[in-house]
């Protein structure tokens, strides 16, 4: 069956940096779209990035564009998110998820989570 798990969140300092990792197992990665999600303590879920199969397009929410980079090693089934200058806001859980932009955010507006991992918790905090 599909799995997702991420790792990699902990506790960092405003301007910190992190990298996410989410191994991912059950299916043919190479051929996945992937996507971060987060979702902040009394929020609901917040589409993040967007990685195509090749790796060779990606998108950003408006709130870290320039500040994260989403990457993919198929080799290792393995989806990354590099986090720079964190803010107190980007404090949430960040899940990944398989699947495109237009079903992950589907799947927010439903309340549903087809194939989302377990999440791992950034705090961004002094």
């Known amino acids: 069956q599909v799995q997702l798990v991420e790792s990699g969140g902990g506790m960092v300092q405003p301007g910190d940096s992190l990298r996410l990792s989410c191994a991912a197992s059950?299916?043919?990665?190479?051929?996945?779209?992937m996507t971060w999600v987060r979702q902040a303590p009394g929020k609901g879920p917040e589409w993040v990035s967007f990685i195509n199969p090749g790796g060779t397009i990606t998108y950003y929410a408006d709130s870290v564009k320039g500040r994260f980079a989403i990457s993919r090693d198929n080799a290792k089934n393995t989806l990354y998110l590099e986090m720079s200058s964190l803010k107190p806001e980007d404090t949430a859980q960040y899940f990944c998820?398989?699947?495109?932009?237009?079903?992950?955010?589907?799947?927010?507006?439903?309340?549903?989570?087809?194939?989302w991992g377990q999440g791992t918790q950034v705090t961004v905090s002094s």
């Open positions: 998820a398989r699947g495109g932009r237009i079903a992950i955010q589907n799947q927010i507006l439903r309340g549903q989570r087809e194939w």
């Open positions: 059950g299916f043919d990665f190479s051929v996945a779209d």
